[in-house]
């Protein structure tokens, strides 16, 4: 069964820094590309990042490039985001889903529970 | 970036009623690559249809997706009380992959 478990959600200050991660589980980690997706709240789905299975290429929307960046450790089949200069607007919810492929085609067949993230002076 | 645009934003239904959501992209969405996903509230997203047309493992058969180019249908057959939740389109033929903004599914 696949599973897909984050963490490290939680209350930051504008300006301030977190990482995330995913813990997977119940298929081959490295043979498929991750992202994570965001869901403010009572708002739709943003795709925020992507890593291709080997880690070798990574992907950013604009409204975060420059200020996250997304990593793995296969030997750990962990996922990380770790997200620097935090603003209110980046306050959601954040899935890591997983790839149908290794390459990055954005099709995601397994979604984590999601880890709230809040940023709030 | 791909723009999809979600209709209605609330479609009100009963069990058994036939319900009919559709997408329509900004730019043709290359090799039909449009996924529709479900989700509840406090739950993640499920994914449904992809390649426009194909059921994910495990979805039911009243569940379909038809469309090409710039316009998409997700059509369920007869609603179940399950079935009620937000739906979205999201394409992923072009980077980056785009969502659109939901089409809630209530009981009328």
């Known amino acids: 069964e696949v599973r897909l478990l984050e963490s490290g959600g939680g209350l930051v200050h504008p300006g301030g820094s977190l990482r995330l991660s995913c813990a997977a589980s119940?298929?081959?980690?490295?043979?498929?590309?991750m992202s994570w997706v965001r869901q403010a709240p009572g708002k739709g789905l943003e795709w925020v990042s992507a890593?291709?299975?080997?880690?070798?290429?990574?992907y950013y929307a604009d409204s975060v490039k420059g200020r996250f960046t997304i990593s793995r450790d296969n030997s750990k089949d962990t996922l990380y985001l770790q997200m620097n200069s935090l603003r209110a607007e980046d306050t959601a919810v954040y899935y890591c889903?997983?790839?149908?492929?290794?390459?990055?085609?954005?099709?995601?067949?397994?979604w984590g529970q999601g880890s709230l993230v809040t940023v709030s002076s | 970036e791909i723009v999809l645009t979600q209709s209605p934003g609330t479609l009100s239904l009963s069990p058994g009623e036939r319900a009919t959501l559709s997408c329509r992209a900004s730019?043709?969405?290359?090799?039909?690559?449009l996924a529709w996903y479900q989700q509840k509230p406090g739950q993640a997203p499920r994914l449904l249809i992809y390649?426009?047309?194909s059921r994910a493992t495990g979805i039911p058969d009243r569940f379909s997706g038809s469309g090409s180019g710039t316009d998409f249908t997700l059509t369920i057959s007869r609603l179940e009380p399950e079935d009620f939740a937000v739906y979205y389109c999201?394409?992923?033929?072009?980077?980056?992959?785009?969502f659109g903004q939901g089409t809630k599914v209530d009981i009328k």
């Open positions: 999201q394409q992923y033929g072009r980077s980056p992959p785009t």
């Open positions: 730019q043709s969405v290359s090799s039909s690559y």
């Open positions: 890593i291709s299975g080997s880690g070798g290429s990574t």
């Open positions: 889903a997983k790839d149908t492929k290794g390459g990055t085609l954005g099709l995601f067949d397994y």
């Open positions: 119940g298929f081959t980690f490295s043979s498929y590309a």
């Open positions: 390649g426009a047309s």
